[in-house]
């Protein structure tokens, strides 16, 4: 939370960290001008330097690594808004996931929330291999696809990280009659990116993943249940079918499932 030269407070997601500036999402941001000066207390202060899309471009007092350090300390958790309390301390645990190793996401993959070190250890004892891959969620994954055809929607980039030994991997167990069961969109994404490269590769991917499309690495798939006209939903559709996937939703509209980021998961193989 940050108070503005007004005197008002308003809320700032830090969503990405680049060379010069950091870049996020700011509520009433169209009332922000570049010079506009911003406190956060305890020490860290920010000049707003204008716009980039949808997002602020902020500079801040302190470099990235003591930034990281202060968010640490007095930071929140941004809980999606259809969580109506304050953030508390577990949801440090809570809302993460026990692969998390690296700093970026500005949200949890939602599918992994439901796994554990106890159940990832059944796992492996049925004879599976548990592989890692980092996709950092980025802030589309919020907002809603617009208009009535979707053939031309091109997604925010995010950051993944695909190693090649990891590619080549997931190629052999293919080719040898195994199958990737991919947990999350998330990992999917960033799975059928190396796809389409045929590599593995480090960067930004703009894949956007709806029905038509050929999916070339995952097999089966672990999902949340989605928010109506969202990209994930669409990924979704794409690899169950759209009438397989209305059917699974109404199902779980009927039993009371739980949707969203502490919702409850499907298994689609």
């Known amino acids: 939370m940050g108070r503005l030269s007004n005197g008002q407070e308003t809320e700032f997601l830090l969503v990405r960290f680049t060379a010069e500036w950091v870049l996020a999402l700011v509520r009433g941001l169209k009332k922000l001008k570049a010079g506009d000066a911003v406190d956060f207390g305890n020490g860290l202060s920010a000049t707003f330097a204008g716009r980039a899309g949808e997002m602020g471009l902020l ?31 577990a949801d440090r645990e809570r809302y993460q996931t026990v692969f998390a190793a690296k700093n970026g996401s500005c949200a949890a993959p ?22 890692t891959v980092c996709l950092h969620v980025g802030p589309g994954t919020f907002r809603p696809i617009t208009g009535e055809d979707i053939s031309g929607y091109k997604p925010d980039a995010e950051y993944a990280d695909v190693p090649q030994t990891l590619y080549e991997k997931l190629a052999a167990v293919k080719a040898g009659g195994g199958r990737v069961i991919a947990v999350g969109t998330t990992t999917t994404r960033a799975l059928e990116t190396a796809g389409l490269r045929g590599g593995g590769f480090e960067g930004f991917t703009d894949i956007f993943i709806h029905p038509g499309f050929q999916f070339r690495m995952v097999d089966a798939l672990v999902t949340n249940f989605h928010l109506p006209r969202s990209s994930l939903l669409a990924l979704v559709c794409a690899f169950a079918g759209r009438e397989n996937t209305l059917a699974a939703y ?15 998961a499907m298994l689609i193989a």
Do not use: C, M, Q
Request: proline share 7%; no cysteine.
């Open 250 to 264: 109404e199902e779980a509209i009927r039993e009371r499932y739980r949707f969203y980021s502490y919702g409850d």
């Open 110 to 131: 939602t599918a992994g929330l439901h796994f554990t070190p106890e159940l990832l250890g059944r796992i492996r004892d049925k004879g599976t291999t548990v592989s």
């Open 59 to 89: 500079s801040f007092n302190l470099s990235h690594s003591e930034l990281g350090g202060w968010l640490e300390k007095h930071g929140h958790i941004p809980l999606p808004p259809y969580i109506d309390r304050p953030d508390e301390s």
